[in-house]
């Protein structure tokens, strides 16, 4: 078959299977065939050990595109089938049941919706579901779909859920690739104990202003630490301002710990995984997304942090962002892309013009 009539390459969406256990052989023939046409189930499998069971059902649920419920007459005796339903349904999950042949669709809120129908040996279900665009299902059109939301309001809150959602991913035991759009980004942190001198000079104490807390510096730390775990493993793509425009109305020693910061970042991380723009427009917005597992998006920027940050992490509203943002990502490289050498030089061009820190140069380089 030539390039031009092979099909498409099909998304790895996340199908979360809800089912009997007494259909567990059934459904792992079922996970068989959604690998196969290239989707990524999710089912109770997943679960892990010494956890509450309702409450990472919920986790999978939430981290799918898809949720299918398998209706047959053991499903119907089962009501978590229709309670994972339902909760799909209020976080707007879309949803698409299969049902074998002969079987009865309950009278309640499955039998809304339309079910694939398929033979009891679901010899039939990979035509049956090659017929059906599930790209379509996942992103509706012309509706947009509701958010599964969570705001932080502080910068101490922001980081805390920045950390606790790069760790929901890792438990998935998946990573995911950076989306970073910002003036300047969460590279700019210092990998340093929090006792160090460089964060005196990042929070610009040397030019009088308060420093921020122990507790803050160590959350920072912590979500630049969780979040080079996902790049490492599957890269970063990084709109941010340039070198000479970071910080420019911090003074040189925030700025000098803050470019210091994102050139030791570069230079830890592989040239595969290193994607960058310098762009010369101001960013108004900090945006970071992860995968297709999650956004993070801050607006209102105030003195010492974002004043609100929004995370969502409804996976046809995440996937909708990613895909928005490597199209700008695809426009803007030809002009401003760099590659991850000419990024170190440009911002060692940068640091050679801006003073020492003062009485500690040697420690905090």
């Known amino acids: 078959m030539d390039s031009d009539s092979a099909p498409p390459e099909r998304y790895p969406f996340r199908v979360f299977i809800s089912y009997s256990h007494k ?33 990472e059902i919920k986790d999978l649920i939430a981290r799918a595109h898809l949720f299918i419920p398998l209706i047959t007459q ?14 799909a349904q209020a976080l707007n999950i879309p949803i698409l ?19 694939v129908v398929v033979k ?29 939301m969570e705001v932080a309001d502080w910068p101490e809150s922001r980081a805390e859920m920045m950390i606790r959602y790069l760790q929901w991913v890792t438990d998935l035991g998946v990573c995911g690739q950076v989306r970073f759009r910002a003036s300047s980004t969460t ?17 610009g104490v040397f030019a009088g202003e308060t420093p921020r807390s122990d507790y803050f510096h160590h959350l920072q730390r912590e979500e630049l630490r969780a979040m080079e775990r996902h790049v490492i ?43 960058i723009i310098f762009f010369p427009k101001r960013e108004s917005g900090n945006l970071v997304i992860v995968g297709d597992y999650f956004v993070a998006e801050s607006l209102a920027p105030r003195p010492g942090g974002w ?15 990613m895909r928005r943002f490597d199209h700008e990502f695809k426009d803007l490289y030809p002009a401003y892309g760099v590659t991850r050498q000419a990024a170190i030089e440009e911002i060692q061009r940068v640091l050679d013009t801006l003073a020492p820190y003062p009485d500690e140069d040697e420690e905090t380089g």
């Open 23 to 55: 259909d567990r052989d059934l459904v792992t023939r079922m996970v068989g065939i959604l690998e196969s046409i290239g989707l990524q189930p999710l089912w109770d499998k997943n679960i892990h050990p010494g956890m509450p069971f309702t409450d």
């Open 74 to 87: 053991n499903a119907q005796e089962r009501p978590w089938v229709h309670q994972e339903t339902g909760y």
């Open 97 to 115: 049941p299969i049902a074998l042949e002969g079987q009865d669709i309950p009278n309640d809120m499955i039998a809304q919706l339309q079910a």
């Open 120 to 148: 009891p040996g679901m010899e039939d279900l990979i035509a049956r579901l090659q017929a059906i665009d599930i790209e379509r299902l996942v992103l509706p059109e012309p509706h947009k779909p509701r958010a599964v």
């Open 187 to 203: 590279f700019s942190i210092p990998d340093k104990e929090i006792n160090h001198p460089v964060w005196k000079a990042r929070d």
């Open 233 to 275: 493993s599957c890269g970063v793509s990084l709109i941010m301002g340039h070198p000479a425009n970071i910080a420019a109305h911090r003074g040189d020693h925030a700025r000098r710990a803050r470019l210091e910061s994102v050139q030791q970042f570069f230079s830890r991380i592989p040239d595969d995984h290193l994607k």
């Open 307 to 321: 004043l609100q940050t929004i995370f969502n992490s409804h996976p046809p509203t995440v996937l909708q962002r």
